[in-house]
């Protein structure tokens, strides 16, 4: 099913890490970190004006109830790799690479820098949750910072002031501290915005160790692992894992742009990992 136009602000899903990596980028100031220029961003812009207005609790549960039963047929790790691999981006002239070979880059500079395998092999699975584009899913239900549900918003939030639209504002419950939650509950008791940090989390989380859980799951949870927001709502277990998540960032964030991968040498060892973690097919 293809997406309306109106549903796409960015030119392509993969704009949004280019976004996320330069207002993030090695060397800049904290005091830059929350300055986003919507006039010289206008396609990221409008994505998040989409995703702070549509994102509201009952959306949420809408999707996990439609793709969380994992009625999307069985595949391999490597042919959903396969799969998203069809989506090209036409747009960018920049670059000839892949969605395999942006995943490996990831993967590849965790491996050089001596991380256990399960660590490698969670930078090459975490982007595999975009296949929610192939499903005909809009872009602000695929990417984007992520943030939860059926509580009051933090400031730390990227472009906080979209959240003006958003249907569940006018719901009193949802804009206490923590709304539908418990304090320090756990995130695991949390509802997050849907996109693919939640669907790869389910996907694969019978397969990988609780730290690579993590990684998949909260690596767009910026306002928690770079912010510092939602304390409130987290326990010991998640204060421990999240720094796992912030061991994961920088790869994913700056890992584009290197060297493109040798897809036919590095083949043998990525179906051998694979292998060691998955079976032949899981449920997507």
């Known amino acids: 099913m293809q997406a309306h136009a109106a549903d796409q602000p960015l030119a392509h899903v993969d704009q949004w890490d280019d976004f996320v990596a330069s207002r993030y980028r090695e060397g800049k100031s904290e005091d830059e970190f929350r300055v986003y220029d ?26 996990r109830a439609e793709f969380l039963a994992l009625k999307k047929g069985k595949k391999s790790i490597w042919e959903c790799a396969e799969f998203l691999n069809t989506l090209v981006d036409e747009s960018d002239p920049d670059t000839d690479l892949s969605q395999i070979e942006h995943l490996m880059q990831t993967s590849e500079a965790i491996r050089r820098d001596g991380h256990p395998r399960w660590f490698v092999l969670a930078g090459f699975i975490h982007d595999l949750g975009k296949t929610l584009c192939l499903y005909g899913e809009p872009q602000w ?45 756990g995130l695991d008791k949390v509802f997050m915005s849907w996109g693919h940090d939640e669907y790869i989390y389910h996907v694969t989380r019978d397969y990988m160790p609780v730290e690579a859980q993590y990684m998949l799951r909260y690596h767009s949870f910026y306002a928690a692992h770079r912010h510092g927001a ?45 292998a060691e973690f998955f079976p032949e097919k899981i449920d997507w």
């Open 38 to 63: 919507a006039a010289a961003n206008p396609g990221v812009a409008e994505f998040y004006r989409q995703n702070h207005a549509y994102q509201t609790f009952d959306f949420v549960q809408q999707k």
């Open 141 to 185: 239900a695929v990417v984007g910072d992520t943030f939860p549900v059926g509580c009051a918003y933090s400031d730390q939030i990227v472009y906080p002031e979209y959240f003006a639209a958003n249907p569940d504002m006018q719901v009193p419950e949802y804009q206490t501290k923590y709304g539908v939650c418990e304090p320090n509950c």
């Open 230 to 274: 939602y304390q409130h709502l987290m326990n010991e277990q998640d204060h421990t894992m999240f720094e796992w998540v912030r061991k994961f960032n920088p790869y994913d964030l700056y890992s584009k742009g290197q060297a493109k991968p040798d897809m036919k040498a590095l083949l043998p060892y990525y179906q051998d990992l694979i």
